[in-house]
């Protein structure tokens, strides 16, 4: 399994893909899996069946949304459910896809997870919470993982240039870019890429550290 972090428009998606393209060549057998804390696949089916809102205009959702984060039970059960859910999707679902004989290109995983959850969920320590230590213990460890580093400045012109909708403000994403620093600087991946040069430049350093 190969990891692929950074912030929005960093050239994750694009570099997966090249990658995946010549792993086929290769006539590897490839998975593209794409995930975010708190949007799982088996969270967001339970989200769904309880969801009052689904069938609501935009304004019902919105409003939905609000009540659910205005209540402090419930975002710290949304938050815990999140990480048990997270635990279950890159320990058990992620082990069993590479049981099969293929290999997992994730895009985005733990470590980005935990920087949005620190973002969303500014007012719990969860790092501490037996649940997020029962998520770090079994969610498999990548073989390579690496990071891609942009200002904020360049990812808020490649989003708007993608026409992306509900884009970070450029002040988020200047603190997105700090924590992931932060977490640069004590060793939470093997391998940072600059992703300000080119495509083909960037495909190049890429496909240099994953041993392609």
């Known amino acids: 399994m190969i ?3 950074g912030i929005d428009c960093g050239g994750k998606s694009t570099q997966i893909e ?6 086929k060549a290769q006539k590897r057998r490839v998975k ?3 995930s975010r804390g708190g949007y799982t696949p088996m969270l967001e089916f339970f989200k769904n069946l309880i969801r009052s809102d689904k069938h609501g205009t935009a304004e019902e959702q919105a ?3 609000e009540a659910v984060h205005g209540s402090s039970k419930k975002r710290k059960l949304l938050l815990w459910l999140s990480i048990f859910d997270l635990g279950i999707y890159y320990g058990i679902w992620f082990r069993l896809v590479e049981l099969f004989g293929k290999t997992i290109l994730a895009d985005r995983y733990f470590w980005d997870s935990c ?4 973002m969303k969920f500014p007012e719990y320590d969860f790092e501490k919470w037996k649940v997020w230590r029962f998520a770090k213990a079994i969610y498999l460890k990548p073989k390579v993982s690496v990071i891609y580093t942009i200002p904020a400045e360049l990812s808020m012109y490649r989003s708007s240039i993608k026409n992306e909708p ?3 403000p450029v002040e988020v994403r200047r603190d997105r870019i700090d924590r992931y620093m932060k977490e640069i600087e004590l060793g939470k991946w093997q391998h940072v890429i600059d992703a300000t040069c080119s495509i083909d430049e ?3 350093k890429t496909v240099k550290v994953i041993g392609l």
């Not at 090249?18 to 792993?23: C, D, L, Q, S, Y």
């Open 3 to 5: 990891s692929f972090s």
């Open 18 to 23: 090249k990658v995946a393209e010549a792993f």
């Open 32 to 34: 593209v899996i794409h």
């Open 63 to 65: 409003e939905y949304r």
């Open 115 to 118: 920087i949005d959850f620190r």
């Open 166 to 168: 509900w884009p970070e």
């Open 202 to 204: 960037v495909y190049e």
